[in-house]
């Protein structure tokens, strides 16, 4: 029963978060949210930090088994980057709890040893993939546009999650998408 708990505790902070549209919200209401008492909500994982940082390692995991998913069927450097961009913005990831989770990952890493590590190994590894892929089509400026482009994707959710609007992932998508030819093309 513990991974099952864990798993809805984890949506259910997800959701919560989603709903509050902060970290404002408490183990009880989480706990309350997945069908089980606070105390077994704080036995698992021992506070809201803990349960949160459970959650975006959730979040953080169903996207790169996306990305791996979708690289795995990528043939060339733009197709990989179109991959990865697309896995960032796919329906599991772009959603409007999980997007208000990511925002308050932001918040939570100023303050959190471990959200800061957590955060730091998806950018380092975001970067890391876009310039191992761009590389090829824009030679030595692959850092800089890798910056960019990890800049222009959290910017993208941080208007997603201030707006009123349903999320459109595709529209992200392709905006980053636009932004990656222009740089392709000045590489050139």
């Known amino acids: 029963m513990e991974p099952i708990r864990r ?3 984890v949506k259910a902070t997800i959701d919560e978060i989603g709903a509050a549209g902060s970290l404002d919200v ?3 209401q989480i706990a309350k949210r997945a ?3 606070s105390a077994l909500a704080h036995h ?3 506070g809201k930090e803990q ?3 459970a959650a975006m390692r959730h979040t953080l995991a169903v996207y790169a088994a996306e990305v791996r998913g979708a690289l795995a069927m990528a043939s060339d450097p733009f197709e990989r980057i179109e991959a990865i961009v697309r896995a960032g913005f796919g329906s599991s990831n772009f959603r409007r709890e999980v997007i208000a ?3 308050n990952f932001y918040v939570l890493a100023q303050q959190s040893t471990e959200a800061r590590r957590l955060l730091n190994t998806y950018q380092k590894r975001l970067h890391s993939n876009l310039a191992y892929n761009l590389r090829p089509l824009v030679g030595g400026r692959a850092d800089s546009v890798a910056e960019r482009i990890g800049g222009l994707i959290d910017g993208l959710y941080l208007r997603e ?3 009123d609007r349903t999320a459109n992932g595709n529209a992200a998508a392709a905006h980053v998408l636009a932004v990656i030819e222009l740089e ?3 590489g050139q």
Do not use: H, N, P, R
């Open 35 to 37: 069908g089980m008492s």
């Open 184 to 186: 392709i093309g000045q």
């Open 26 to 28: 408490t183990v009880s």
């Open 44 to 46: 698992y994982f021992g």
């Open 7 to 9: 798993a809805a505790l």
């Open 101 to 103: 989770a990511w925002l």
């Open 161 to 163: 999650v201030l707006g």
């Open 51 to 53: 349960i949160f940082l």
